[in-house]
């Protein structure tokens, strides 16, 4: 007859006596589902002569639970799953000296101990067999514990998913081995939170919270964590402190962060690691030994990220551990080809490309410019390209407007991700390509008016979540793709007057310039039309250039129903502006296949019979004379070639050196020697002769 149960958490189901003080003789209390015992349960039961805990769920018993017990001389405790570790030695001890138990009690773990007798045991077989084991055991028998609100707790496991946190909670027991924070707003995990108390646990789950920043330093002296989920985050970095003191770590996911690169110390000392996961990122660089110290390492998955296939990533084909075909974003010429069909040969570095993980670059600034609280000012400095190797990391805002700047680098302006400003107006930029700015999350100003920029590709500004000022005013744009400004959700609407960067923060709309470009209002740029009528995200600044029906009419106020392809031939003119090889078969001869590069430019990809910028030369095949042992090559049509080979040799190209010992005549044993177009024989001893 239990007096008082307390559910802990719908699991532990505790027993107390305190309010029942006028016990009988005997007590039978077998066959529930008792997992915990106060040790003061039994104080002043000093009559209680039987106690029966036989068929319950209990796995340790605290030191001195039946101190009380004067005149105990019956005790059931068999059918419980008994840990006989070094919590449960006085009990083997009390069952020798006492002789009371007569159930027949055994113990159920560990596997060494299993169904072995207490009160016949060497007190000595019980240990713990390490830290982890010692403090799971030790709360298990902990019934007091209180969970923390919201959460659910369930021995030393500890849930608290989807409760809105923007911290760990102070009261997650210490002794807890998993702690699953799934599902919450945690920014930050900071040295001076609540984590530094949970050095027990062995699993955390952090997975799906808007995690920015860790601080270094964090998990040092976690060495019982074993899985460590960070992913679905907003990681940027990771410096190679950030996991220091996570030297039994087997599974690490970093997959959906916003990390850019990985370097040689970013998982130094995590020896143990199995398992690393980093998909879905924003990563171009991994540097080659990245991984040499992890020898444990056999599952490494990159997918999903703009990997750049150059000289600094060639290490990374013959790595045994990548799983999956991740594959290349740059250069243009290998996107979307996985990285193991990358032949050697095309892993090359350009002679300014930088170790994007590098950032010990100068703190020095550029030449004919200014630097101050993370602002580069280089306007009017008559620069032909940015400086990025004398610009810091942290730098939040470049101002390179009235330079003769051509071209912006992918890799290395990427690189700058902390960038909220960029003035790159009145330039010589001719062509936006795809992804240029993608991984400049925190971008909220592009300035890009006064170039001569004539085409945006339909993902220039892809990425630029946080987008608020847009200015492509000034430029020689005739067309823009649909769909171009899909990816700027913050867009609202488009201004033309000359403003004040200092006080643009306040507004929250996005002021973006479209005014003073030719546009060629035909039907390809109706749904720019219509785009802008929707919100009233334009003032009524931009206009049309052509056709003459549509000469200087405003994109904002004309009909859509105007906006007609009225002169096909034209219509496709301007569209192959910013694609050549639209609708045309005439640029590349000899069935060569035109490709429209990153930088709007093309290339023929020609049969392998022919070369040429245009696929106009046919290769000669025997230029290099592939004939090998000084065959003579003679060219057949269509590029191909035929090799006469001299006598004693064969194949494709006179390769092979035909075997003369096939047909040999050596005599009692002799062993024949292959030559040229001849053979000798090496006579067995007592022998000789040809």
């Known amino acids: 007859m239990l007096f008082e149960l307390y559910r802990f958490c719908c699991s532990f189901i505790i027993i107390n006596f305190k309010q029942y003080i006028q016990f009988n003789s005997y007590r039978l209390l077998n066959a529930n589902k008792i997992v915990c015992i106060r040790a003061d349960t039994f104080r002043g039961l000093e009559k209680l002569s039987l106690l029966s805990l036989y068929d319950n769920q209990l796995k340790t018993l605290i030191n001195g639970t039946f101190n009380s017990l004067k005149n105990i001389q019956t005790l059931h405790l068999a059918r419980n799953p008994f840990i006989c570790d070094c919590h449960l030695r006085w009990l083997n001890l009390y069952l020798r000296e006492k002789q009371i138990e007569t159930s027949g009690v055994r113990c159920a773990g560990p596997r060494r101990m299993a169904k072995q007798k207490f009160g016949i045991l060497k007190d000595q077989k019980f240990r713990c067999q390490n830290r ?17 609100k919201g959460c659910t707790c369930d021995r030393t496991t500890v849930v608290c998913r989807g409760l809105q946190l923007q911290e760990i909670p102070n009261d997650i027991p210490a002794f807890t081995t998993t702690l699953d924070l799934q599902d919450n707003l945690i920014k930050r995990i900071s040295r001076d939170g609540n984590l530094q108390r949970l050095k027990n646990l062995r699993i955390l789950d952090l997975r799906n919270n808007q995690i920015e920043e860790i601080d270094d330093d964090i998990f040092d002296g976690f060495d019982s964590l074993n899985q460590l989920f960070l992913n679905n985050n907003s990681l940027h970095t990771i410096t190679s402190q950030t996991f220091n003191g996570l030297k039994n770590v087997q599974i690490l996911n970093l997959d959906t962060n916003k990390l850019t690169c990985i370097k040689n110390d970013t998982f130094m000392n995590m020896n143990k690691l199995e398992l690393l996961s980093l998909n879905d990122n924003n990563i171009k660089y991994i540097a080659s030994s990245s991984f040499d110290q992890l020898r444990f390492l056999s599952d490494l998955n990159v997918q999903s990220n703009p990997l750049i296939c150059n000289c600094h990533m060639k290490w990374l084909k013959q790595s045994k551990i990548i799983s999956g075909h991740p594959e290349c974003m740059l250069p243009t010429k290998l996107r979307n080809i996985p990285i193991i069909n990358v032949t050697d040969e095309d892993f090359v570095c350009n002679p300014i490309e930088i170790d994007l993980c590098d950032t010990s670059y100068s703190n020095s600034c550029p030449q004919n410019c200014t630097c101050y609280n993370r602002i580069v000012r280089c306007s009017h400095a008559q620069l032909i390209r940015i ?89 020689e744009i005739s067309t823009i793709s649909e769909g171009t400004f899909n990816d700027l959700p913050i867009l609202s609407h488009m201004y033309e007057e000359k403003f004040d960067y200092n ?45 003459s029906q549509m000469a200087s009419k405003l994109l904002l106020t004309s009909p859509i129903s105007l906006f007609q392809c009225y002169n096909k031939t034209e219509s496709n003119n301007y569209q192959q502006k910013c694609n050549p090889c639209l609708n045309r078969t005439d640029l590349c001869s000899n069935h060569g296949i035109c490709r429209l590069l990153s930088s709007g430019k093309y290339i023929c990809d020609c049969l392998p019979s022919y070369h040429g910028e245009h696929c106009e030369k046919i290769n000669d095949a025997c230029f290099h004379n592939p004939c090998k042992q000084q065959g003579t090559c003679h060219k057949l049509a269509d590029g191909r070639f035929q090799c006469h080979c001299l006598s004693g040799f064969t194949g494709s190209q006179c390769e092979i050196n035909i075997n003369d010992c096939i047909s040999h005549h050596c005599q009692n044993n002799g062993t024949c020697l292959d030559k040229i177009n001849d053979y000798s024989c090496l006579c067995s001893p007592l022998f000789t002769g040809k």
């Open 132 to 148: 982890l084991k010692y403090l799971q055991t030790l709360n298990t028998a902990q019934c007091e514990i209180e969970c923390s």
């Open 387 to 475: 400086p990025y190797e004398e610009i810091s990391i942290d730098t939040e805002e470049l101002y390179f407007d009235s330079n003769n700047i051509e071209e912006i680098s992918f890799e290395l302006i990427n690189r700058l991700i902390n960038l909220v400003r960029i003035d790159l107006s009145y330039n010589k930029l001719r062509f936006i390509p795809g992804n240029l700015f993608s991984n400049l999350t925190r971008l909220e100003t592009l300035i890009l008016s006064y170039n001569k920029i004539q085409c945006l590709d339909s993902n220039a500004f892809k990425g630029l979540k946080n987008l608020r000022i847009l200015s492509i005013h000034g430029n």
């Open 503 to 547: 006080q643009i923060r306040t507004y929250r709309f996005v002021f973006s310039a479209l005014g003073s470009n030719p546009f060629y209002c035909d039907c390809h740029l109706a749904w720019l039309s219509s785009w802008i009528k929707a919100d009233y995200v334009e003032p009524g600044i931009a206009r049309c250039a052509a056709p």
